[in-house]
T-cell receptor
Framework: SQTIHQWPATLVQPVGSPLSLECTVE??????LYWYRQAAGRGLQLLFY??????ISSEVPQNLSASRPQDRQFILSSKKLLLSDSGFYLC????????????FGPGTRLLVL | RKEVEQDPGPFNVPEGATVAFNCTYS??????FFWYRQDCRKEPKLLMS?????NEDGRFTAQLNRASQYISLLIRDSKLSDSATYLC?????????WGAGTKLIIKP
């Protein structure tokens, strides 16, 4: 069966510091991968998605970036965090883009102070 | 108008009651619809897909009304464990658009 891992579970970072969140998927090949952010009381906002190694599409202009160095690894990064980057970051995978359902990792709760 | 809208609630419902909530969507070309459940401070988990003819899974019934562009979720014989936020998700071509969720609180 497929599993998706995210770490760390929680993170407190000062404004201006860098960020690196990692997501890995097991039990499937060539998944589509997604990074979402959920602000308190809000819906999920798609940040990035990837249909293959090195292929990243950005949905929202911001100071975040994403990379997919391996088939089942998806990394979310920032060089300098802003207060507004605080939120719940969720990684998800699906068999193929759009039509199929998405399955989520446990998420990383980020607080930027 | 938001692409996917939900009543945020909370819906406070006694245990054993039936509760229903809707979700409206703006893109008439949407083809796929889902309900996810999200517990407090946890990741969303798929509850059920919504099919054109409507579908049922135990105590949960999902329906789609294309003419009025909404989907609904009905929960019968509600349990305390049904307390959660229910997220409506609509496929808009190449990505899923998420509603902000409806919070449901089941009271003993």
């Amino acid at each position: 069966s497929q599993t998706i891992h995210q770490w760390p579970a929680t993170l407190v970072q000062p404004v201006g510091s860098p960020l690196s969140l990692e997501c890995t998927v097991e039990g499937t090949s060539n998944p589509n991968l997604y990074w979402y952010r959920q602000a308190a009381g809000r819906g999920l906002q798609l940040l990035f998605y990837s249909v293959g190694i090195g292929q990243i599409s950005s949905e929202v202009p911001q100071n975040l970036s994403a990379s997919r160095p391996q088939d089942r690894q998806f990394i979310l990064s920032s060089k300098k965090l802003l207060l507004s980057d605080s939120g719940f970051y969720l990684c998800a995978w699906s068999e193929w883009t759009g039509q199929e359902t998405q399955y989520f990792g446990p998420g990383t709760r980020l607080l930027v102070l | 108008r938001k692409e996917v809208e939900q009543d945020p609630g909370p819906f406070n419902v006694p245990e054993g009651a039936t509760v229903a909530f809707n979700c409206t969507y703006s893109n008439s070309a949407s083809q796929s619809f889902f309900w996810y459940r999200q517990d407090c401070r946890k990741e969303p988990k798929l509850l059920m897909s919504v099919y054109s003819s409507g579908n049922e899974d135990g105590r949960f019934t999902a329906q789609l009304n294309r003419a009025s562009q909404y989907i609904s979720l009905l929960i019968r014989d509600s349990k305390l464990s049904d307390s959660a936020t229910y997220l409506c998700v609509v496929n808009m071509g190449y990505q899923l658009i998420w509603g902000a969720g409806t919070k449901l609180i089941i009271k003993p």
